[in-house]
């Protein structure tokens, strides 16, 4: 198929072009994100690939649509970027890489627990220095530690499963349970018993109606003093203003973000020689105890492959006619 590839970098083509060998879809790549402005690009292209921080909101949506756009398919696998009712309103079928590697982004999230404690980023700044002073490094076990996983699908359980081998305690919320995370050892409880007993917390949940802003000042408020809060799900299930006061009483004892609420406007591009007009994001910076990754937790080779397979594969199988097994429904 004719396809509009959007937000694409050199490592998205080469992934894209050595899945489509045999397939032979035209794809024409372009680097600036979908927006009301760059949407013309894609006028007369039967199908668009887009990624996270592409806008498909209503009216992009009907530009596409007028312009004879069919298919959407997504290089991820949240969705909270697309306005579905629109969508379906204007016959556009969605579709998008439910699973490429769990694992990705459980091994950063379980990551960025470990360099948070044990400050393996100043660690390697000091000792480039000749400086080997052990102070102010001092962590703490993750052994016996509580750690609240919410959300247990299928890069919650990897996180839980990882956890359970570092001989934590895994205590996790969600909406359903899973039967695997319960057979590896993994303790339900409910929300708020979760935020009141867990030591570090890490957030495996799509972002809904009903997840926005699920850590807000009350949720800080019910946490353990010194807590650890991870994010690599998506940006708006944290309220950022209000971890920043939790940060400034002490009451939130690390922060590790891969996800921000105002992400699109500011992650995968270089701001080394900009202003950051974002002052939240810029108050968070300046925390010693707060790490932040710009949306790099699925970054891994193995997962590039696997979203280039998966795209492609959507994109032939919506050429053929054939059972869309990833589509995503408007009631989602
Ligand atoms: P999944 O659908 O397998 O699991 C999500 C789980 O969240 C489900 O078990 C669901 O029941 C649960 N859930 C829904 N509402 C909930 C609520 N209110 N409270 C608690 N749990 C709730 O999804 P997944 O593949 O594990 O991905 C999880 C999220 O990770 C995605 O939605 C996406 O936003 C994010 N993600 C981030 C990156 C990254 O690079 N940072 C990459 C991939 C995915």
Excluded: W
Aim: charged content about 20%; glycine content about 8%.
């Amino acid at each position: 198929m004719r396809t509009a590839v959007f937000s694409t970098k050199p490592y998205d083509q080469e992934s894209l072009l050595a899945a489509n060998t045999q397939a032979g879809h035209e794809l024409v790549f372009y680097s600036p994100r979908l927006t009301p402005e760059s949407v013309k690009l894609a006028a007369g292209f039967p199908a668009i690939c887009a990624f996270v921080s592409d806008q498909l909101d209503a009216p992009v949506l009907e530009y596409l649509a007028a312009e004879g756009t069919r298919l959407i398919t997504l290089r991820c696998a949240g969705f909270n970027q697309v306005d579905l009712r629109a969508a379906a309103r204007l016959g556009l079928t969605i579709l998008r890489v439910p699973a490429y590697s769990p694992y990705a982004v459980a091994e950063h999230a379980v990551g960025m627990m470990l360099a948070l404690n044990r400050k393996f980023h100043k660690a390697y700044n000091r000792v480039r220095e000749g400086n080997f002073n052990l102070a102010g490094l001092l962590g703490f076990d993750m052994h016996g530690r509580t750690v609240g996983v919410i959300g247990t699908g299928k890069i919650g359980e990897c996180a839980a499963r990882i956890l359970l081998g570092f001989g934590c305690r895994v205590l996790a919320h969600d909406v359903v349970e899973n039967p695997a995370c319960v057979a590896a050892g993994v303790q339900y409880a409910s929300l708020p018993d979760v935020l009141a007993q867990a030591d570090i917390i890490t957030l495996h949940c799509p972002l809904l109606p009903s997840t926005y802003h699920l850590i807000n000042e009350a949720a800080f408020a019910q946490m353990k003093r010194g807590v650890m809060l991870i994010n690599t799900s998506r940006g708006a299930l944290v309220d950022a203003a209000a971890a920043i006061c939790a940060l400034k009483s002490g009451h939130l004892g690390y922060l590790g973000l891969d996800v921000y609420e105002e992400e699109g406007d500011l992650f995968f591009e270089d701001f080394s020689q900009k202003v950051i007009h974002d002052d939240i994001f810029t108050r968070l910076l300046t925390f010693n105890n707060v790490l932040i990754t710009g949306h790099q937790a699925f970054f891994t080779a193995d997962a590039l492959k696997q979203i280039a397979l998966t795209t492609v594969a959507n994109l032939t199988a919506f050429e053929r006619g054939e059972s869309l097994v990833n589509q995503v429904a408007a009631d989602k």
